[in-house]
């Protein structure tokens, strides 16, 4: 046997005699073993090597005292604890029965929902495996804007699942081989149970986007905000040819809460509505008929210098020529706009007195300092095109889409409406209600219906809702178990039970005896006679899905699966956290103090080679 030591002096020693080598072994006092010599890795982490005696004497310090480690089987314990206790938070607010969560921020500002991102995103949280979970719904919400609450159930009980298995010293990367296999089998389900649907068939449709808002707290309000997402998708959906639509919600579609009336009220407008109104109200119109419109992106008033600017006057004629240049200026600008005979301008930009007084004197009615993102809308909505300098106006930059311009008062304020579009591609939908909380649940489960909806058209097939897809996939992955050869085959049989979360929680929050519910259901599923039986979230009965219209989308259902077993194959692959990682020091910042050295430190004293 061949030791390598390194000595006092960074000479290499090299023993084969086996008897040097006992004798080496037996040596006890670290007084007579060779000091240990430091060699730097990188920054905070120092390896001391010595003798053989002296490693295993002396205690090896890696990591600096101020950082705080967990590792192995612990690690994995408290992230799969942490991950459980996040979807314990929202298993309550899963399905049509579920219940609502109530939210107070720091400010003492209210929210009172059941949408699974809205309660996640307003919790403070401190374990990272419970932060990671939250990001997940996050994930969902701005992918498919549903499902947010079955993807973090589903990886909890996944990661449940898991813990057996930990106990029992599987190795990680065997669950999570398991898991993808799992995955690819449960999306091949999916494609042979879906069914495709026609997008123009508005009952389907309607159908669809209603049971996925059933669960929420507009479902009992009826067809109401389905009506109102279907309108709004379809309006703004963009043909890209080859069977392919864009429909872009966030930009296009404004949702405009104003308290007061009935929910009844609420409509999608053919057009756009904005929180403005004339500049001059006693001087200008604010009714016309097939308006023609011009959008604009610069200043109607004289340009200011960019800092602070100064001008010495000697003359006092000097000063009427100034303020005659600026009135010229403005004039220009405003016979250049006039030219084309336009009945509404809209810049998003300031709008001087003088602007103001030739357009009134010319009939035209102004709107100044409009957002951005609503002078969009209006080119979308009425055909015109923002221009940047009124020098560049062409007759094909006027929008004369628009059927109505008329300005109305909501309570104290104006809303300024450009409606009745031919064709509009941007639309708003007018929310009414009786209190602002009202209106912002509402707004969060319209923004979900929208999102469905918009799935449909990108990808219209549909999938069984009330947990009968999970349990027809469950059962899929049983039967194919029981081919699967070697030590994988325990985990793969877990990944199929966890599929099984989604009905019970259902079952559960409907106060059903989930035991007896689960059995029925899952001998129905077993034989593979009909994948579409599952629970009537409202009713709790086991019904077949078709007939009571309960569906989902197959994007959404695709999506939760992949997010939940990619993050709980994630989280099972962490095997170490390290926090207290000092960040590296700005530089001119406090030096570190010096070290005070202890009674504890004169044996580990380093010695530098020569």
């Not at 009336?261 to 109200?281: H, I, T, W, Y």
């Not at 007195?353 to 979308?380: E, P, W």
Request: glycine fraction near 8%.
């Amino acid at each position: 046997m061949v030791i390598f030591s390194l000595g006092p002096i960074g000479k290499r020693r090299i023993s084969s005699n086996p008897r040097e080598e006992r004798e080496n072994r037996t040596l006890s006092k670290p007084s007579f073993a060779a000091p240990p010599l430091s060699l730097p890795l990188f920054s905070g982490i120092s390896l001391s090597v010595g003798s053989p005696a002296m490693a295993l004497t002396s205690p090896l310090f890696v990591l600096n005292d101020s950082t705080k480690r967990e590792s192995g089987s612990r690690v994995h314990r408290g992230n799969i604890t942490a991950s459980k206790a996040v979807a314990d938070i929202v298993r309550t607010t899963l399905g049509p029965r579920s219940m609502l969560k109530m939210l107070l921020d720091a400010s003492g500002g209210i929210v009172v929902t059941n949408d699974g991102n809205a309660i996640l995103r307003e919790l403070d949280l401190a374990h990272p495996a419970a932060k990671s979970m939250i990001e997940l719904s996050r994930t969902q919400d701005e992918e498919v804007g549903d499902g947010t609450t079955s993807v973090i159930v589903l990886a909890g009980e996944m990661l449940h699942v898991a813990q057996a298995f930990i106990d029992k010293n599987f190795h990680p990367t065997v669950i999570c081989r398991a898991y993808n296999k799992a995955l690819e089998d449960a999306i091949a389900v999916l494609d042979k149970i879906a069914m495709p649907v026609d997008v123009n068939d508005r009952v389907s449709m309607l159908g669809l986007v209603k049971s996925s808002i059933g669960t929420k707290f507009t479902g009992q309000f009826g067809d109401l905000i389905a009506d109102l997402a279907i309108d709004a998708t379809t309006t703004v959906g963009v043909d890209l040819g080859q069977g392919m639509k864009e429909v872009d919600i966030k930009k296009y579609i404004k949702v405009e809460k104003v308290p007061g009336g009935q929910l009844e009220d609420s409509r999608v407008l053919k057009g756009v509505m904005f929180n403005k109104d004339v500049v001059a109200p006693g001087k200008m119109r604010r009714k016309i008929l097939n308006p023609r419109i011009m959008l604009l992106d610069c200043p109607l008033e004289y340009k200011k210098g960019e800092n602070q600017t100064n001008a010495e006057l000697v003359r006092e004629e000097d000063w009427e020529i100034l303020l005659k240049m600026e009135e010229e200026y403005i004039e220009k600008l405003c016979v250049q706009i006039l030219k084309f005979k336009p009945d509404i301008v809209i810049t998003e930009k300031g709008l001087s007195d003088l602007a103001t007084h030739y357009f009134s004197k010319a009939g035209v009615s102004a709107i100044r300092r409009l957002r951005k993102t609503d002078n969009n809308r209006i080119a979308r909505a009425c055909g015109a095109t923002i221009v940047n300098r009124p020098e560049e106006l062409q007759e094909s930059d006027i929008g004369t889409r628009c059927g109505l311009f008329e300005v109305k008062k909501f309570g104290d304020e104006f809303f300024a409406f450009v409606v009745d579009c031919e064709d509009p591609k941007a639309c708003t939908v007018l929310l009414r209600g009786a209190s602002k909380d009202l209106l912002n649940e509402v707004e969060r489960n319209l923004q979900d219906a929208m999102s469905v909806a918009r799935n449909i058209l990108k990808n219209p097939k549909l999938l069984p809702g009330g947990g009968a897809t999970e349990l027809a996939v469950s059962a899929a992955l049983k039967q194919k178990s029981s081919s699967i050869e070697g030590i994988e085959k325990w985990p793969y049989e877990a990944a199929a039970l966890a599929f099984e979360a989604i009905p019970r929680t259902l079952a559960q929050n409907c106060g059903l005896n989930v035991i007896r519910i689960m059995t029925q259901l899952q001998g129905k599923h077993a034989n593979s006679e009909n994948a579409w039986v599952g629970i009537d979230g409202n009713t709790g009965e086991i019904v077949d899905m078709k007939e009571r219209k309960i569906w989902d989308s197959y994007n959404v259902k695709a999506q939760t699966f992949k997010t939940a077993i990619e993050a709980a194959s994630m989280l099972l692959r962490i095997d170490d956290i390290v926090s207290g990682i000092k960040k590296k020091q700005a530089p001119g910042g406090n030096p570190n103090k010096p070290q005070i050295e202890t009674e504890n430190d004169a044996d580990n004293e380093q010695m530098i080679p020569e």
